[in-house]
């Protein structure tokens, strides 16, 4: 199956997950339940990795699926795969409960523990994004009558312009200043789920993004391959790269996403540890 195949297979399984999604969303007729991590669950989440799933084993099913709303395999059951689909299908559940509409469905494929796809597509706010290695990273809008598609790029810097950092709507700003260092000039930038920040930093609307807490694969894996199509990089907090279904635990590291590569970043953010294992 041609790389090009696979693309518009991502990208019509989101926007179908996006349009049950929002059947949800608009009617506020789902319930909710906290998950044995702590973190919230809906029945639209459920509903999303339904058709995502369907979608996907219909149309490739050759390619396995790792998805946050369904139970891993173990590791010696996986770790063999060269390819896979990687699926957060509602990603910003906390936002899609408040009613903020910053949340997004996410798909990336993962080749050789690599994402080499990405697709994020936020439904209420008629926007997907989009990448593929060797494509390019592109940014859709959905009108009422016409889709319009362009590439988007990190944004250039220079100085003095401040490093425009972005933050979740509700995180304390000056908790950020534990990471960064104070001899840099910095404006915020909120914004609500996680893959959302990524692409902002990726379209060029902010130069970085920390993340300190616990995320899954299936958060990074659909805003990786964007952002970097974009000219950015995520890495782990001490600036190594992330690493994708090489572990029995699907967690991720802390990890910074950063934009324009001229930015001096080591100098910028300061490095620490904290590894879920």
């Not at 179908?16 to 929002?22: L, P, T």
Request: proline share 4%; with cysteine; charged share 20%.
């Amino acid at each position: 199956m041609t790389d090009e195949k696979l693309l518009n297979i991502a990208l019509e399984s989101a926007r179908k997950a996006g349009v049950e999604v929002m059947k949800y969303y608009r009617n506020k007729n789902f319930t909710a339940h906290l998950k044995e991590d702590e973190s919230p669950v809906t029945s639209a989440d459920i509903a999303a990795n339904d058709i995502l799933m369907d979608c996907l084993h219909t149309l490739t099913p050759g390619i396995p699926i790792i998805s946050e709303e369904v139970g891993a395999l173990p590791l010696a059951r996986r770790e063999a795969w060269s390819k896979y689909w990687l699926l957060d299908p509602i990603d910003g559940t906390g936002e899609f409960i408040i009613g903020s509409g910053d949340f997004a469905v996410n798909i990336a494929l993962i080749e050789n523990g690599w994402p080499s796809l990405g697709v994020i597509h936020a439904p209420d706010h008629h926007l997907t994004y989009y990448a593929q290695n060797h494509l390019g990273a592109f940014k859709e809008c959905h009108l009422e009558h016409s889709n319009t598609s362009h590439q988007i790029q990190v944004a250039e810097y220079q100085e003095p312009r401040p490093i425009r950092v972005a933050i979740s709507k509700r995180q304390r700003i000056e908790l950020m200043g534990q990471y960064l260092n104070d001899s840099f000039d910095f404006d915020h930038v909120a914004l609500g789920s996680c893959s959302l920040k990524n692409c902002l930093i990726a379209e060029g609307g902010a130069d970085c993004y920390l993340r300190i807490g616990v995320t899954g694969e299936w958060d990074t894996g659909a805003s990786q391959c964007i952002v970097e199509q974009a000219g950015g990089a995520i890495v782990n907090s001490e600036f190594n790269p992330l690493s994708y279904n090489k572990r029995e635990s699907l967690l991720n590291p802390d990890f910074v996403s950063l934009g324009n590569q001229n930015i001096p970043w080591q100098q910028v953010i300061k490095a620490h540890r904290k590894v879920y294992e």
